[in-house]
């Protein structure tokens, strides 16, 4: 069966400072992947999505970036977190032509 | 912009009762999805319509689709305290891609024991 690993659970980090989240998905092939951040008491908001090896689609101009260096691990960074970066996020894969997303179990950020 | 908006935004029931939330959109659909979220966890897909769809079941779950008044309903039946958890819709308007999914701000439901 598909799994999803997000990871850490949670994370304090200094203003500045660099972001690393990694997602990896296992027992599939080629899923399609994204990557969510939810604000408190909002909705989710899609911040990059991934059909392949190295093609990263992204849907806001933001402070983060997304790489996708394996078939099944989507990671999300930034060089110099700010406040506002703040936010649960949110792994989540798919297949092509799925009709649900299955998701991680998310990761709290919090900037001070 | 957010496509589809929850109502209420908070519902507390006693156990046992049923419990309702609406779902109302802006743009035409391919297809309305409901997720539920346990506090401080990821969302597991509840249950999907097709816009040719009326109504769905799925266990204690109902969901009605109105694409006429542009809008949707859960209802869960029988309510149980392990129902306590956010409840969100989500609206594809892209033709069956879930690129383009557009998740509401939810519904938070509290079942009491």
């Known amino acids: 069966s598909q799994t999803i690993h997000q990871w850490p659970a949670t994370l304090v980090q200094p203003v500045g400072s660099p972001l690393s989240l990694e997602c990896t998905v296992e027992g599939t092939s080629n899923p399609n992947l994204y990557w969510y951040r939810q604000a408190a008491g909002r909705g989710l908001q899609l911040l990059f999505y991934s059909v392949g090896i190295g093609q990263i689609s992204s849907e806001v101009p933001q402070n983060l970036s997304a790489s996708r260096p394996q078939d099944r691990q989507f990671i999300l960074s930034s060089k110099k977190l700010l406040l506002s970066d703040s936010g649960f996020y949110l792994c989540a894969w798919d297949r092509q032509g799925a009709e649900k997303l299955f998701f991680g179990s998310g990761t709290q950020l919090s900037v001070l | 912009s957010q496509q589809g908006e929850e109502d209420p935004q908070a519902l507390s029931i006693q156990e046992g009762e049923n419990a309702t939330m609406n779902c109302s959109y802006k743009?035409?659909?391919?297809?309305l999805q409901w997720y539920r979220q346990n506090s401080g966890r990821g969302l597991v897909h509840l249950i999907l319509i097709r816009s040719n769809e009326r109504e769905k079941h799925s266990g204690r779950l109902r969901v009605t689709l109105d694409t006429s008044k542009k809008s949707s309903s859960l209802l869960i039946t029988a309510s149980r305290a392990a129902d306590t958890a956010s409840y969100f819709c989500a609206t594809d308007s892209s033709g069956g891609s879930n690129y383009k999914l557009t998740f509401g701000k939810g519904t938070l439901l509290t079942v009491n024991p």
């Open positions: 743009t035409s659909i391919n297809n």
